[in-house]
Nanobody, 127 residues
Framework: QVQLVESGGGLVQAGDSLRLSCATS????????MGWFRQAPGKEREFVASITFSGDRTIYVDSVKGRFTISRDNAKNTVYLQMNALKSEDTAVYYC????????????????????WGQGTQVTVSS
């Protein structure tokens, strides 16, 4: 059974930083790309960042480029999202997800390409 558990969310002020973690189990973590998505109140879930299975390539939504960094530690079966210079518009529930295709170098922004999801962690940024 594949499980993803996010942690690290919280209430912070604008300009602060947070690091989200997503611990996975039940699948060979190092074989799959990973993604972070978020859903703000009243909005649809959107793509935030993705990383290949090897960690050599990443992509980001334009609104977080230069502020957020996705990384992974394959020895710890964990993917991270370092979030700096947080803004009120970053307030959302953040979800990690695992890509459905092993050993794929394609960085997907589509939720349809991800088959397992965590339960989410709340990030609230006060202005």
């Amino acid at each position: 059974q594949v499980q993803l558990v996010e942690s690290g969310g919280g209430l912070v002020q604008a300009g602060d930083s947070l690091r989200l973690s997503c611990a996975t189990s039940g699948r060979t973590f190092s074989s799959y790309g990973m993604g972070w998505f978020r859903q703000a109140p009243g909005k649809e879930r959107e793509f935030v960042a993705s990383i290949t299975f090897s960690g050599d390539r990443t992509i980001y939504v334009d609104s977080v480029k230069g502020r957020f960094t996705i990384s992974r530690d394959n020895a710890k079966n964990t993917v991270y999202l370092q979030m700096n210079a947080l803004k009120s518009e970053d307030t959302a529930v953040y979800y990690c997800a695992t890509n459905s295709k092993p050993f794929s170098n394609f960085l997907s922004r589509s939720q349809l390409e991800y088959d397992y999801w965590g339960q989410g962690t709340q990030v609230t940024v006060s202005s």
